[in-house]
Nanobody, 121 residues
Framework: QVQLVESGGGSVQAGDSLRLSCTCS????????MGWFRQAPGKEREFVAG????????DYADSVKGRFTISRDNAKNTVYLQMNSLKPDDTAAYFC??????????????WGQGTQVTVSS
């Protein structure tokens, strides 16, 4: 079955960095786009970053541009989110998702279980 397993979350201070990982199995990883999303308490899940099947294109939410970088290693079936200059507003549960298509647009077919990121000031 399809599995997406996130790791790398934690509690950090403002200005620190974290790298999230999402290792995938149960499907052909290297032909589908992947994305990172986050959900803060009492808020809706929101898009953070997405990357195409071959890393040819990536998109970011305005709130993270210049601070976060999404990447993928198709040999390891893993997508990453490098988060620098973290702010308290980045505090949320972070989820990776598999898109239905090879480009990072449209709906998510599968979700991971999430990893918590807490940033204190």
């Amino acid at each position: 079955q399809v599995q997406l397993v996130e790791s790398g979350g934690g509690s950090v201070q403002a200005g620190d960095s974290l790298r999230l990982s999402c290792t995938c199995s149960g499907y052909t990883f290297n032909i589908y786009a992947m994305g990172w999303f986050r959900q803060a308490p009492g808020k809706e899940r929101e898009f953070v970053a997405g990357i195409s099947w071959n890393s040819g294109s990536a998109d970011y939410a305005d709130s993270v541009k210049g601070r976060f970088t999404i990447s993928r290693d198709n040999a390891k079936n893993t997508v990453y989110l490098q988060m620098n200059s973290l702010k308290p507003d980045d505090t949320a549960a972070y989820f990776c998702g598999k898109y239905y298509t090879s480009n990072q647009y449209g709906a998510i077919e599968y979700w991971g279980q999430g990893t918590q990121v807490t940033v204190s000031s």
